[in-house]
């Protein structure tokens, strides 16, 4: 069993930056893929970006690209969401999950174990 947390969330406005931590109970922090995912009002949740259990590769969202960066501490059992240049689009309640498989999915169903959520929200 798996409990992950996340924080960090809050108001920032466009073009701000904020930092998210998701801190993982449990064994083996370093052996999964980790993962972020957010949903804005009214949408579907969409995937933001992955990262290997050693942290040597990771995978975004294309509208995310060059402005969020995913990163873990294995010896913190956290993973961190860097997110710059921030936008209104990117309102939203932003989720990390852990994927213990590994699939290299960006895909809902291949995470195992989810964080609450934390609210994320870019004023204009």
């Known amino acids: 069993q798996v409990q992950l947390v996340e924080s960090g969330g809050g108001l920032v406005q466009a073009g701000g930056s904020l930092r998210l931590s998701c801190a993982a109970s449990g064994r083996s922090f370093g052996s999964y893929t980790m993962g972020w995912f957010r949903q804005a009002p009214g949408k579907e949740r969409e995937f933001v970006a992955r990262i290997i259990g050693s942290g040597s590769y990771s995978f975004y969202a294309d509208p995310v690209k060059g402005r969020f960066t995913i990163s873990r501490d294995n010896a913190k059992n956290t993973v961190y969401l860097q997110m710059n240049s921030l936008k209104p689009e990117d309102t939203a309640v932003y989720y990390c999950?852990?994927?213990?498989?590994?699939?290299?999915?960006?895909?809902?169903?291949?995470?195992?174990?989810w964080g609450q959520g934390t609210q994320v929200t870019v004023s204009s």
């Open positions: 999950a852990a994927d213990f498989l590994g699939t290299g999915s960006s895909q809902e169903r291949s995470y195992d174990y």
